[in-house]
């Protein structure tokens, strides 16, 4: 939750990298061009993102994993950026692993 309080979705190049495949998980491509857009997914995030749990599944039931990979598919971009944060406050990911990603 740091990262969240010393950035913004201007200044964090995780989020600008990430923000196009956000906008298409959500099926909200039509406004990119809108600069609220950024700052409303950006807060959206910031509240949730480290807050929000899937269904449980059990990796053996066949059936239940893919209801899981369905409900977690429109998520799968922000929960990215939050295991991205997280790997950033815990040191294990520096700028230039970053440039290398991207």
């Not at 950035?7 to 990298?17: E, I, K, R, V, Y």
């Not at 993102?49 to 269904?55: D, L, M, S, V, Y």
């Not at 429109?74 to 692993?97: F, T």
Request: charged share 25%; aromatic share 12%.
């Amino acid at each position: 939750k740091d990262y969240f309080a010393k950035a913004t979705p201007h200044s964090c190049p995780l989020f600008s990298w990430l923000f196009p495949r956000i906008l298409r998980d959500r099926d909200e491509c039509h406004l990119i061009a809108d600069p609220s857009t950024s700052e409303r997914i950006w807060d959206e995030l910031k509240a949730t993102i480290f807050q929000t749990k899937g269904t449980k599944v059990n990796t053996t039931r066949w059936f239940g994993a893919i209801a899981r990979a369905k409900e977690f598919d429109p998520s799968w971009h922000s929960e990215l950026l939050m295991l991205l944060v997280m790997m950033i406050e815990l040191g294990q990911l520096k700028a230039a692993d970053f440039a290398q990603m991207v």
